[in-house]
């Protein structure tokens, strides 16, 4: 079953990568560079699933959680934490923050839109 | 010329009248003792002042004319409070009182005044002076300039914010040159992924053949940064050791269920055993599975044809108390003894070609070691050139 992904991401190659392979394996992708637009798009779009990297310039990755959540239009869409982990405590924090799971940077090619459908469903 | 010892000879209220040479003797004696005291008193360090119950000075010594600039002459008739900053006034009478009802006054940090109206911390200790009958006659005040002291601390206390600043900007920096290391990788593994799952279309053998080269060197690259980050933080101190009950057999069953897929994709057998009884230990989860893994994918690489086995055992008597050995052996190339000696070092790669295959970063080991480290433990091992390996992961049980 296709679904639409929001993927928020300031790197523009790595949001290149991320929504090539979204329409690879036939699904929509959508992505936003900041915070901010990521909450313009995910109200107009309504995405299945939301991906953000948790270092965005200005509203990092949790701030925008925290606004999604906050918002009874927004809050039941699943959220998924793009990170690289460098701080012991790390993946805690981003469990405990309501994000629905995490994926690591660099992503694996060959299973990053798996495991974005298995966040979707199971949501 | 002013006895300045008076203040220490005490009344000889029991004296008979009439006394003998023992009394003489007595008396030579005790004059010879007051001159040794008076020699102490003179010589110390601390400015020693003997003050009356009213707070009046009675002697002052040497010390006391270098700390607070008056010479005995000009200080010894004249109260204390000639030394005291306004401000201060009442702990003259705080002290006093309470050295009148027997109490000794211990080492009051205070500000005094010196005769050209300059200030200086001290340190002052003041202990009631009795006569033979047990009588409180005066005081004896020693003062000591604390100045440098208090200069010394307010410089450790200005380092160690220093330290904590520059520790969290090392933290800080870690954390984004992690991120910002990781970000082109992102881009280079993942585009060489999606060409070679052929989604922009077809590749030629050479093109397929070449992809795959950059993707491995890739992934070799990443093992590196992350290896690297890692041994940066253990080094610096900065890596967190949450200790916690760990059971064993989960760890073990963990590794082993990771690592099996590839064990049986080059047709090797991998095998754990655990002693029956529950084995827990207190340690840092994440630590522990790092170190286990890094030691079993070793012998997964480093073996052709065989079998990887985890064995768990506990150690009553180890080296430092009561043990977990867990034993990493392998049936594979082995290390030669002139290789045993660089095995730990950073950097050290035996077999350069096998090591890379894998994205190994030759920091493995050495990783390894220095967070066994921090867990109070260590890895030993013992091997034979194309017979085996087996390392071994020693750790506390508490």
Redesign the interface.
């Known amino acids: 079953m296709a679904i639409r992904v929001l993927v928020v991401e300031d790197?523009p190659?790595?949001l290149e990568?991320m929504t090539?392979?979204f329409h690879?394996f036939g699904h929509e992708a959508i992505g936003a560079h900041t915070g901010d637009e990521a909450l313009v798009l995910a109200m107009s779009a309504r995405p299945d699933l939301i991906l953000c990297d948790l270092?965005l310039p200005g509203m990092d990755g949790f701030e925008l959680l925290s606004r999604l959540k906050s918002d009874p239009y927004l809050q039941s869409i699943p959220v998924v934490a793009v990170t690289?982990y460098?701080?012991?405590?790390d993946r805690e924090r981003v469990m405990s923050a309501g994000f629905q799971g995490y994926v690591t940077?660099?992503?694996?090619?060959?299973t990053f839109v798996r495991q974005a459908e298995e966040f979707s469903a199971r949501a | 010329m002013r006895d300045k010892t008076a203040i220490l000879r005490t009344r000889n209220r029991g004296a008979t009248p009439g006394a003998f040479p023992d009394d003489v003797a007595e008396r030579a004696q005790s004059q010879e003792d007051r001159a040794r005291l008076a020699a102490i008193v003179e010589s110390s360090d601390d400015a020693i002042i003997g003050q009356t119950l009213e707070g009046v000075v009675t002697t002052w010594n040497r010390a006391a004319e270098r700390l607070y600039g008056y010479t005995a002459a000009e200080a010894i008739g004249n109260p204390i409070t000639l030394t005291v900053p306004p401000e201060r006034r009442d702990e003259i009478r705080d002290y006093l009182s309470r050295v009148r009802h027997g109490e000794r006054v211990d080492h009051i940090e205070t500000v005094r005044v010196r005769k050209d109206g300059s200030r200086i911390d001290v340190s002052i200790t003041v202990s009631p002076i009795r006569d033979d009958a047990g009588t409180i006659i005066g005081l004896s005040k020693s003062a000591r300039d604390i100045t440098e002291r208090r200069r010394f601390e307010a410089e450790l206390r200005r380092k160690n914010i220093e330290l904590e600043i520059a520790s969290r900007a090392n933290d800080h920096f870690l954390a984004s040159m992690s991120h910002e290391l990781r970000t082109p990788l992102n881009s280079i593994i993942g585009f060489t992924g999606t060409l070679l799952m052929k989604f922009p279309g077809d590749l030629t053998e050479a093109q397929d053949r070449q992809l795959q080269l950059i993707q491995v060197n890739a992934r070799h690259l990443l093992s590196l940064i992350n290896d690297l980050l890692n041994l940066a933080k253990v080094r610096s101190g900065h890596a967190e050791v949450q200790r916690e009950p760990v059971e064993i057999r989960e760890v073990v069953e963990e590794v082993a269920a990771t690592l099996w897929p590839s064990a049986e994709a080059k047709g090797l057998r991998l095998a754990a055993s655990l002693p029956p009884d529950r084995l827990q230990i207190n340690t840092d989860r994440r630590s522990l599975i790092q170190i286990l893994m890094n030691l079993t994918t070793n012998a997964i690489k480093f073996t052709k044809s065989g079998h990887v086995r985890i064995d768990v055992e506990r150690v009553e008597h180890g080296s430092r108390g009561p043990e977990v050995a867990l034993h990493v052996a392998d049936t594979g190339l082995g290390i030669a003894p002139a290789d045993q000696k660089r095995l730990f070092g950073a950097f050290e790669q035996l077999h350069p070609g096998i090591e890379q295959e894998d994205g190994g970063s030759g920091l493995g080991l050495h990783l390894s070691q220095r967070m066994a480290g921090l867990l109070g433990g260590r890895i030993e091992f013992a091997s034979e050139l194309d017979k085996g390996s087996t390392f071994t992961l020693f750790l506390p049980e508490r």
Do not use: F
């Open positions: 790197d190659d790595s990568l090539y392979l690879a270092r690289a460098a701080m012991p405590g940077k660099p992503i694996d090619p060959q």
